[in-house]
């Protein structure tokens, strides 16, 4: 397939690791755009701006990039899993460079992965998020203002123009015939259609047979029919739901979306592979949180009916559970919460090692913020997950 852009060196193109075994596969071969930003990796926190970046910032951010050959402290999420025995995303890609693209004619180095995240279109104020990612968050926290719905109108035209601009930059600066893995973030991907625009790009550099895309969806959305078509054609394709709990809590940590909605989603989902999309692979994406950890059983049962029929290897590598990081996160479970979470998952020591040592300062965050947004949204965490309100009363 005939190509316009230079093969090889590409802008982000790093070459770290001269040494034969890179430090990182994310580093030398995955370009994220995060909003405005780049890095290799989600969970590295040294970023680069591309709005402020001048060319001396880009070069040196590149530079740094290619030289890191052991942990730098940018890399702390993933060596403290490596410190507590868990596989960090470093290791998990160590073991499975498929997931960033990488073929036996893959050059290290050459950019053949993607992971966009570039639309910020959602339709979800999930607890655990925050306006840097939702359209609906930035809404939810203008609170009721007297022009709120041109205000609203602004924040979806804004960010509909600033995604465009973000898509071309990215169709600038990677050498697209390369990129054999896609990832599409949000937002919500199916709430718009640049993961549509992406895959229609590809197509113009090479055969959409050639490459591999995973969504992770809140799963409220279904795939029009033109979606369908392009998803026929791909090597691959995994959708990942983000679920963590189901019926009222889920509506309380992924507010506004409704769970009986998703629930019948996600089973649409699986009707298509055994009708239109017999290739499709799923995965889920769960954040254990304080408050659903003691019912995350409930979910597990879901889950295990909602696929039922699918040949599913066993979990966890159906279930990618984390621990949750932001203002919610493991530890803010309460220590006799902790006791009981032990004893009634003795069988699942990969979902007990997601609690982190108690933090008293990040417990009284945690809660301040729970009942802040009680107030704003009409919930009651206390009413959603009673079993364990009492583990929370905690005088500290
Ligand atoms: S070591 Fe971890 S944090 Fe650092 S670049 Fe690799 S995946 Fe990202």
Request: aromatic fraction near 12%; charge should be negative.
């Amino acid at each position: 397939m005939p190509t316009e852009r230079p093969v090889g060196v590409t802008p982000f193109q790093t070459w770290s690791n001269t040494l034969n075994k890179p430090f990182c596969l994310y580093i030398t071969n995955q370009a994220r755009f995060s909003a405005d930003t780049y890095a290799p990796c989600c969970w590295i926190t040294r970023r680069l701006n591309l709005i402020t970046a001048t060319q001396q910032e880009t070069n040196e951010y590149k530079n740094w990039l290619s030289n890191i050959n052991d942990w730098v402290p940018e890399c702390n999420f993933c060596q403290e899993k490596e410190l507590r025995n868990i596989d960090s995303p470093r290791i998990e890609i160590e073991k499975n460079p498929t997931k960033v693209g990488i073929t036996n004619e893959s050059d290290i180095g050459s950019i053949t992965s993607l992971d966009l995240q570039i639309d910020l279109s959602c339709n979800a104020a999930c607890l655990m998020c925050s306006s840097y990612n939702s359209t609906t968050w930035k809404k939810y926290e203008l609170g009721s203002i007297d022009n709120k719905s041109q205000v609203n109108k602004n924040i979806d035209s804004e960010n509909t123009y600033r995604t465009q601009q973000r898509l071309k930059n990215v169709f600038a600066s990677i050498a697209l015939d390369r990129v054999n893995h896609i990832m599409f973030l949000g937002g919500e991907p199916l709430d718009s259609d640049i993961h549509k625009q992406t895959l229609l790009e590809i197509q113009k550099h090479k055969p959409l047979s050639t490459v591999e895309v995973r969504y992770t969806t809140n799963g409220s959305r279904l795939p029009d029919a033109e979606t369908v078509e392009l998803w026929k054609q791909l090597k691959s394709l995994t959708v990942i739901f983000s679920l963590d709990g189901t019926e009222q809590h889920f509506n309380y940590l992924r507010w506004p979306l409704q769970w009986h909605q998703v629930d019948h989603n996600v089973r649409q989902f699986v009707k298509l592979k055994s009708s239109d999309l017999p290739g499709i692979n799923f995965g889920i994406s769960s954040a254990i949180s304080p408050f659903n950890i003691f019912y995350y059983d409930h979910y597990l049962d879901w889950e295990a009916d909602a696929f039922r029929q699918l040949p599913y290897p066993k979990r966890p590598r159906f279930s990618t559970a984390f621990d949750a990081t932001g203002v919610i996160n493991t530890a803010c479970i309460p220590p006799d919460l902790m006791t009981v979470i032990q004893e009634k998952y003795q069988d699942r020591p990969w979902l007990v090692n997601r609690m982190r040592p108690f933090d008293p300062a990040r417990y009284t965050k945690f809660m301040q913020y729970v009942e802040q947004h009680d107030q704003l949204r009409g919930t009651n965490w206390r009413e959603t997950f009673p079993e364990v309100v009492r583990y929370f009363d905690l005088d500290i």
